[in-house]
């Protein structure tokens, strides 16, 4: 996020975009312009033809030219994967152009021609579109308020801010009823499951079944939290498994196929999203306005900046847990995706009950995301939405042709 100094430097290093590529392109050392600008500003002052390195400073970016090297052009568009190229330019879709080290976490690149901007994603290891006008400036500005509303909580209460979270959906009484089923017993009704699928639904099945397990509890990692714990199923990107919970177990031991049907549905939409490899705009801006609210602090008190920087990652991690303890447009794409699986069944293999949590389920979503982030949040939160749902049908296609 913007640094310090009102003026704009040389850059110390030679950065070098893609160097083990015909199409790289080095970045001009020498600034633009002599003091930082806004996005508007360097929006409206860019030669349509030439793209940009933004590199963040206080009060703006300083702007660099993009120089070709062994290519006329340089676009971060060239880059797209196969996977990705033909799916809609929403925000979040990734490219698989690199990124230098040691570059700064808030830099951009910007195409005047296309009107779009780039940014690293938050692993820093490759840069991703954001979109294009008033979608990133809804991004980079929505980061610079957001950051501006946790210093204000913080200047406020520092300890209310810190303990801030979300409150815990109601749930419907029956999370925990009953032992917890045996890993003997639950593969047995899996097994009934996918016989049912079988006779039912064989494409669900096809999708769900090579990555389908067994597990008694929720994983204890990342953000466990409490908004988990009446959970029928989750996903893992690290083992890419399905690992069906005692709740589905127990609505198995009812002969209620179709409601986890419709759970495994929810569960097939976030692994062909997750595969995609597409980027969480809720993760990146909650990241970013992290650090924002960070430099803030220590602009305002040193004492109390060098008191969070000695707090260290753990601090900031907790925190990200407590605002965003699960990822909204990812869930919300999924419960929509299990949702319209379970409408789109015919009357005998549907669960109303399930369908009713679904439906509760986005609402919830949706209002804690009005509660909590700025309102330019949420056009990109839908972004993502529609494009893991371009992303997921066309998973879907590629298994039906293949089968």
Known sequence: MPGIGPSCPKLPNKIILNPTSLASAEIGDSPLFAQPQSLGEIRASALPQDSYYLAPNTGGYCAYSIVPQGAPTFSPSDFFSSEVKDLPAYFGKPTQLPVPPDLDFGAVIYEAWSDQAYSPDVSGLRWYLVGSGDRYEDFFGGILQYGRQLYQEWKADPLAMAEKTWPTPEDDGDISSGLIPSILEAWFHMGRLEDWLAQNDPDLLARAKPYLHYATEMPREGCASELTEDSYAYYTTRE???????????LLRKNDFAA????????????????????????????????????????????????????????????????????????????????????????????????????????????????????????????????????????????????
């Open 260 to 403: 986890v049907a419709q759970t495994l549905a929810h569960e097939v939409a976030h692994r062909d999203t997750a595969r995609n490899g597409l980027v969480l705009p809720s993760d990146e801006m909650m990241y970013r306005s992290l650090q924002y609210f960070h430099g803030l602090v220590a602009e305002d008190s040193l004492l109390q900046g060098v008191a969070l920087s000695l707090l260290g990652p753990n601090f900031f991690d907790a925190l990200s847990c407590r605002r965003l303890p699960m990822i909204p447009e990812e869930e919300i794409h999924a419960f929509m995706s299990d949702l319209s699986y379970g409408r789109s069944q015919s009357f005998a293999r549907q669960s109303p009950a399930t369908q009713r949590e679904s439906i509760e389920a986005v609402s919830w979503l949706i209002e804690q995301v009005h509660r909590e982030f700025p309102p330019s949040w949420n056009g990109l939160l839908a972004d993502y939405v529609r494009l893991a749902e371009a992303n997921h049908q066309q998973s879907r296609r590629e298994i039906l042709f293949t089968r």
């Open 240 to 250: 890419d498994r399905i690992y069906l919970l005692p709740r589905s177990i127990r």
